[in-house]
């Protein structure tokens, strides 16, 4: 079974990029537009990994990451904060939230890639019982 | 008829006094006296109906006619038109215990022994000859009475009759009566209730009797009024009740203003209306009941006089006396004998009244002052002085009618009854400008009542006075014809060369005109003490501060309560003050310790209880001895007024300045609120430019990777991706283009290229531009554009930014499809109006003046991200600005936003000649 990484963001042409560099390294990618379709998706889903943008309509990201880290059902749950805004201040408080990654806009392909590789990896022949 | 009967009747009638003087007192000792009521306190009044006009009217009337009338006219114009003045009056010595006229003028002066000295001898001199003008007509009418026999009049009326005087007797009489029920109280602002009974029974008894003779004569001699006026009318008495159209009506005048000042400052009526007033209430029954007293008692003194004209035709008769001799011609002794008890109950009357409030003034004003004075009255030993004030009161009474036998005895035979109360009215009158100035004017001072009383009262003597001894053979009767010394204008009848009025007249302008100028001028030149002033402003302003303890404010030093008492004590009796003091301490919840030092209230109260047995004046300079310290000064009294107001005003600029800091301190809050909220604007602006720069170009930088990294992708993907880049790039381009404007627009260095615009081409073209928007949104746009615009001097392109931006904007903010955008154009006088309305969500309220803030965005349609980077409409402010505009957005009331700005124009003259 492949891992799923919900992307929470509302500029379409970044979902559009992170669709498809997610989807080639093997993932199954939901993507929701602001944070209370996130929240709902992931009611619906538990993801194994959320690439959470912070200005997001609605609720921002910081408060969607909180939301995440308080539900049980998440405990498992990786989050990459995504942010446009370089400041320092921002990084902490993601962090501080609960954030696994914090990563700054315009960020690198190869990078994010190998970073969501490290957190989950698509593929867990380490730790999957083979049936056969 | 026999002596002894009427003697006896005489004695009766004054026994008859005394019984009821004593029954009322013994009743009001034990409660409250059922002679406590209007009526009783109206008939006392009448005691200014004496026996001038028991027998005095019917002898005026008999030689002038009406010529008695305006005696009791001024008293009913004071009553019915002027009664305030009494109320005042009246409040005035309920609060300050007044004793008698002399204390209130010496109390409203400041207090000052001296003046009531003076209204006291004035009063002394003015009023013995209407004293001895009471014995006279006693004596005459005892005399005409026991000297008739049988309806013939004896003429030996100047017999010496029995072994003694019996006017001597009389006035011994009236004398222990006013002694006996007068001072029976050490507080003379006390009311004697017997006394005032005995008063009114006396106003009855002299009116009943006027009306039975009146009525005898009017209806037993005659068939009534019309029969007795025409028998008078034969006898060629007409003229006597015909008006007459050459009348004296200078002297009418002059009797009814002497009349109306005499109602008020005659010593007994000062003192039975106003000190002996039981209640401020009665005197609104008194204002119609004394005026119908005095009409009712002078209906009859007409046809009297005419009657006794009749009777007496060709006979020398005592006008005067026509009350008497008209029965007694007729033989009806005892309807004389009730005429002579009525003429002696109108004389006794006056008489014991006047007594009394003299002898309360002698002791008060002038005995007392002048004994505080004597080195050789140790006046700091602490006797009981209570004793000593009644035997002065006591034997100033005595001294009183004596005065009042001795001039009898030797200068009233020369005078009618009428011409010595007339002499009398006119002293009393010289105290009118001192009270009715004094209780309205708080400038009236001290020097100016002095002098004006001293003034009016030498005329007085000078021109009535004098002339009246003359005429008694104590002066040369040159005096009046040459003048002395031969000197023509100082002759008493025509001083200063004025002649032409009557005597009475010539003396009341005289004295009148000195006595309210000196007041009034020497008021003006003088400087009044504190206590004058005071004074002054609590009697001028009675009605404002009743209870208030202002008053005792002059006493600066402080005296122990026990010393305080003790001085009371001596002069009202040590019981006396003893209760009083407990009482006021009661009053007021206070518990009063002897060696206490005793309050500004306390001293007040000692002063008044003092002022009530002693007189003001006198009061103030006993409670001096005790106080330690002494009264403030005048300027002391500035000083208070000066400082209350200074507080007052400095309290005021306080609160204007506290106010000011106020409106300072939110300013300053505003103004940081403003800067704080600038600061985080700032941060805001640099993080918003970070955000609105690094979005683009992620995806620049994403898809630029991603199509190195993945040669392989298909060709539709590739175009896609490539799309993207181009899109993101000219956004980013937009960005800075718009960020790079706003910098220069603020720092004032943008490039524009000014020109007249035609502004329907500009809007024309912008909405063309925005044509492939429009469609992509699908709403309704409405151009409302006259045909004739005036030019604007704009930039072109940056004028038609704004309609891009305004109208880009608008389709933002409508529904798809449902959306309905109007662009309008208005000419007004000096600029055009150009309106973008949409119906939209509209603009919060608070968000009216924020929207055109740099990095405001808006949510979008349907709460979405925001769109655009939030600088559109800080650039169309500064635009609009830039061209002399303005902008505002406002809600339309049926839902949506409209945006409007204006642009001057030169005005529509030009519109032709860039038409041509």
């Known amino acids: 079974m492949t891992p799923t990484v919900l992307v929470v963001e509302d500029e379409p042409n970044i979902v559009l990029s992170l669709q498809f560099i997610l989807k080639q390294a093997g993932f199954t990618v939901r993507v929701a537009r602001d944070g209370e379709q996130a929240l709902r998706a992931i009611d619906d889903y538990v993801p194994d990994l959320v690439l959470l943008d912070i200005m997001l309509p609605r609720q921002n990201g910081f408060s969607v990451c909180e939301q995440i880290r308080v539900n049980p059902a998440c405990r498992n749950v990786k989050i990459i904060m995504l942010s446009a805004k370089s400041r320092e201040a921002d990084k902490e408080r993601a962090l501080a939230l609960g954030a696994d990654e914090f990563v700054t806009k315009p960020f690198s392909t190869r990078e994010l890639g190998r970073m969501v590789r490290e957190i989950i990896s698509p593929v867990k022949p380490a730790r999957s019982v083979n049936p056969n | ?916």
């Open chain 2, 1 to 916: 008829m026999s002596g002894g009967l009427v003697l006896t009747v005489s004695i009766l009638y004054l026994g008859l006094l005394f019984a009821i003087a004593q029954f009322v007192d013994h009743r009001a000792d034990k409660g409250r006296p059922f002679t406590r009521n209007p009526y009783v306190y109206t008939l006392s009044i009448a005691v200014f109906c004496t026996s001038w006009t028991f027998y005095g009217s019917v002898g005026l009337a008999a030689t002038r006619g009406f010529d008695f009338l305006p005696i009791y006219l001024g008293p009913t114009l004071v009553f019915v038109l002027w009664s305030v003045i009494w109320i005042k009056i009246i409040r005035i010595c309920k609060l300050h215990r007044i004793t008698s006229i002399a204390d209130f003028i010496a109390s409203r002066y400041g207090k000052r022994a001296r003046l009531g000295g003076l209204v006291t001898i004035i009063t002394v001199v003015g009023t013995t000859p209407y004293i001895s003008l009471q014995l006279k007509s006693i004596a005459t009418s005892f005399r005409i009475l026991i000297s008739s026999a049988d309806g013939q009049l004896l003429h030996a009326a100047s017999d010496p009759i029995y072994f003694i005087d019996t006017t001597l007797i009389v006035a011994l009489t009236l004398a222990l009566f006013a002694i006996l029920f007068g001072t029976r109280h050490i507080d003379a602002s006390e009311h004697h209730e017997g006394l005032v009974a005995a008063i009114a029974f006396e106003s009855v008894v002299k009116m009943v009797a006027f009306l039975t003779v009146g009525f005898f004569v009017t209806y037993g001699l005659y068939g009534g009024f019309t029969d007795l006026f025409a028998k008078a009318a034969e006898n060629g008495l007409d003229t006597l009740f015909a008006v007459n159209a050459d009348g004296d009506y200078s002297r009418w005048m002059t009797m009814t203003i002497l009349s109306m000042a005499a109602i008020i400052c005659l010593p007994r009526q000062f003192y039975i209306t106003a000190v002996e007033n039981p209640e401020e209430s009665y005197l609104r029954k008194a204002t119609w009941l004394f005026p119908l007293y005095l009409l009712v008692i002078n209906i009859f003194v007409l046809p009297i006089a005419l009657a006794g004209r009749i009777a007496f035709d060709g006979v020398t008769a005592d006008a005067d006396m026509f009350m008497l001799t008209l029965p007694l011609i007729n033989d009806q002794e005892m309807l004389a004998l009730i005429a002579f008890v009525g003429g002696l109950s109108a004389a006794t009357s006056m008489v014991i009244v006047a007594a009394i409030a003299l002898s309360t003034m002698i002791c008060n004003d002038l005995i007392m002052p002048l004994l505080l004075r004597a080195r050789w009255f140790n006046i700091n030993k602490n006797d009981d002085l209570t004793g000593l004030l009644l035997t002065i009161r006591r034997i100033s009474i005595l001294v009183i009618l004596f005065l009042g036998y001795v001039y009898y005895l030797f200068a009233s035979e020369s005078y009618s009854l009428v011409t010595i109360g007339l002499v009398s009215f006119a002293a009393a009158a010289q105290f009118a400008p001192a009270i009715i100035i004094g209780i309205f004017w708080k400038g009236a001072s001290y020097h100016g009542a002095m002098t004006g009383l001293a003034l009016g009262f030498l005329i007085w003597i000078y021109t009535l006075l004098l002339p009246s001894f003359a005429q008694s053979g104590w002066l040369p009767l040159s005096f009046i014809a040459e003048g002395p010394f031969g000197i023509d204008f100082l002759k008493p009848y025509a001083l200063f060369g004025l002649e032409g009025f009557d005597r009475l007249t010539h003396a009341l302008f005289w004295s009148m005109l000195f006595n309210i100028g000196a007041l009034w001028l020497v008021s003006l030149l003088s400087q009044q003490t504190a206590i004058e002033r005071i004074q002054g402003t609590l009697f001028v302003d009675v009605f404002g501060h009743t209870d208030d303890e202002r008053d005792s404010r002059y006493w600066r030093g402080s005296a122990t309560v026990s010393d305080l008492q003790q001085l009371v004590g001596r002069f009202v009796g040590g019981q006396r003050a003893a209760k009083a003091f407990a009482e006021f301490a009661e009053e007021r919840n206070l518990n009063l310790k002897r060696n206490q030092s005793a309050d500004a209230a306390l001293l007040d109260f000692a002063e008044k209880l003092l002022a009530g047995a002693i007189g003001s004046a006198t009061a103030r300079v006993m409670v001096g001895t005790v106080v330690k310290g002494e009264i403030v000064g005048l300027d002391e009294v500035y000083r208070i007024l000066d400082e209350t107001s200074q507080v007052i005003e400095y309290s005021h600029r306080l609160e204007q300045k506290s106010a000011e800091l106020e409106q300072a301190t939110a300013q300053l809050r505003n103004a940081n609120e403003r800067l704080k909220e600038l600061d985080s604007l700032k941060d805001h602006f640099l993080s918003m430019v970070s955000h609105e720069l690094r979005t683009p170009l992620t995806s620049l930088r994403a898809f630029g990777e991603i199509l190195v990294d993945n040669p392989e992708v298909s060709r539709e993907e590739r175009e896609r991706f490539l799309n993207v880049i181009v899109k993101e790039s000219s956004r980013l381009t937009r960005l800075i283009d718009q960020l790079l404007d706003l910098a220069r627009m603020e720092a004032g260095e943008m490039d524009w290229s000014l020109d007249e615009v035609d502004v329907r081409s500009t809007l024309q073209e912008a909405m063309a531009a925005l044509d492939g928007l429009v469609q992509e949104n699908g709403v309704a746009v409405q151009v409302d554009i006259p045909d004739h615009l005036p030019c604007v001097r704009a930039d072109r392109d940056q004028l038609m930014q704004v309609i891009i931006n305004l109208v880009s904007n608008a389709i933002k903010f409508c529904d798809k499809s449902e959306g309905r955008i109007e662009v309008s154009v208005n000419v007004a006088d000096s600029e055009l109006q150009i309106s973008v309305a949409d119906n939209g969500r509209g603009i919060p309220d608070d968000m009216e003046e924020r929207v055109f803030e740099k990095f405001h965005q808006s949510t979008g349609r349907g709460g979405d991200k925001p769109q655009g980077s939030g600088l559109g409409l800080a650039i169309c402010r500064e635009i609009v600005t830039f061209f002399g505009g303005r902008i505002w957005v406002s809600n339309k009331t049926e839902g949506g936003a409209l945006f409007t700005f204006t642009l001057p124009h030169a005005g529509l003259a030009e519109i032709s000649l860039s038409a041509e």
